[in-house]
T-cell receptor, first 112, second 115 residues
Framework: DVKVTQSSRYLVKRTGEKVFLECVQD?????MFWYRQDPGLGLRLIYF???????EKGDIPEGYSVSREKKERFSLILESASTNQTSMYLC???????????FGSGTRLTVV | GQQLNQSPQSMFIQEGEDVSMNCTSS?????WLWYKQDPGEGPVLLIA?????ELTSNGRLTAQFGITRKDSFLNISASIPSDVGIYFC???????????????FGKGTKLSVKP
């Protein structure tokens, strides 16, 4: 069964901490994405990547960075966590342009 | 970025009722997708539509790709409690700047079903 795995379901971090959210896919997909989901705002694209070591900003990249050193792994980094980054974070991958996405189960991050 | 207008935002229905939701855009899309997100989980693909006018069913779910290519709807017949969740529409365009066919999502329709 193909999968996108997010390393943590729930995380609680302190303001100012550096936070790493990890995502791994086992489908040999080229494209990977990070979204955050907040009530009433839907899914908002933070960053995406079409290839190893490649990254592109999405709609809300401020306060985030990403790393893609291997094809199967796409990490989201909060350089200095703030309370307004409390959210549900979803990772997704796809075979390529114009293919549907497979989502992970999400990481619910709380910054206190 | 571009947006899809998804409505309604939320629905409260009785078990057994039929449900209808839709997405509209001012732009043309080449693919429409419908996802469902169970509480506490990531979205899962329900139906994909690739041609204008296409009508596709998946069990009690039926979705259509609008003739104008600017809209799509999803119907759920005879709802049951496990239909609870958030339903997202998503569209793809052949050419959209540098994003090579990234999905554009609606904001979701939250469905609640009373037994």
């Amino acid at each position: 069964d193909v999968k996108v795995t997010q390393s943590s379901r729930y995380l609680v971090k302190r303001t100012g901490e550096k936070v790493f959210l990890e995502c791994v896919q086992d489908m040999d997909h080229e494209n990977m994405f990070w979204y955050r989901q907040d009530p009433g705002l839907g899914l908002r694209l933070i960053y995406f990547s079409y290839d190893v070591k490649m990254k592109e900003k999405g709609d809300i990249p401020e306060g985030y960075s990403v790393s893609r050193e291997k094809k199967e792994r796409f990490s989201l980094i909060l350089e200095s966590a703030s309370t307004n980054q409390t959210s549900m974070y979803l990772c997704a991958s796809s075979y390529g342009p114009f293919y549907g996405y497979t989502f992970g189960s999400g990481t619910r991050l709380t910054v206190v | 970025g571009q947006q899809l207008n998804q409505s309604p935002q939320s629905m409260f229905i009785q078990e057994g009722e039929d449900v209808s939701m839709n997405c509209t855009s001012s732009s043309i899309f080449n693919t429409w997708l419908w996802y469902k997100q169970d509480p506490g989980e990531g979205p899962v693909l329900l139906i994909a539509l690739y041609k204008a006018g296409e009508l596709t069913s998946n069990g009690r779910l039926t979705a259509q790709f609008g003739i104008t290519r600017k809209d799509s709807f999803l119907n759920i017949s005879a709802s049951i409690p496990s239909d609870v969740g958030i339903y997202f529409c998503a569209g793809q365009q052949l050419h959209y700047g540098g994003s090579q066919g990234n999905l554009i999502f609606g904001k979701g329709t939250k469905l609640s079903v009373k037994p």
